[in-house]
């Protein structure tokens, strides 16, 4: 990859994607969930990397609820999202994935994906 001359917190955070990408691969067995994080929203995708193609795709903006348990705000409908997703992987017969999260340190909302997957029936 080519030398960062501005050394910015998404620069970096690409950087490490580069990374943590090169070493994992989703397949039709076992897709890949991608995580996106921005301020507002989270992306999350099962994705086919030999035939490239996404298998689903779920949004925040998709989530009405936006409290679960003691979780609240951004975190709660994070964690509902990943249960969603995890809802639509299991109705194209999915239920292994690899976790790529995406260059961003595993906590807060990434992490709340990660348990919402999980507890909806997903097998990292």
């Not at 994080?37 to 936006?66: H, N, P, W």
């Not at 809802?87 to 709340?112: L, M, N, P, S, W």
Request: proline fraction near 1%; charged fraction near 35%; glycine fraction near 8%.
């Amino acid at each position: 990859m080519k030398r960062l001359v501005n050394k910015t917190k998404n620069n970096l955070r690409q950087v490490r994607h580069h990374r943590i990408r090169a070493k994992l691969a989703g397949t039709t067995e076992i897709p890949r969930l991608s995580v996106f994080r921005s301020l507002s929203l989270i992306d999350l995708q099962l994705i086919d990397d030999v035939k490239g193609v996404t298998i689903c795709a779920v949004t925040t903006q998709e989530i009405k609820e936006s409290k679960h348990e003691d979780l609240t705000g951004k975190v709660a409908k994070a964690y509902l999202a990943g249960k969603l997703l995890a809802e639509k992987a299991k109705a194209k017969k999915v239920e292994k994935i690899v976790y790529d999260r995406g260059g961003y340190k595993y906590h807060g909302r990434v992490k709340a994906v990660a348990d919402g997957a999980r507890d909806g029936g997903l097998k990292f």
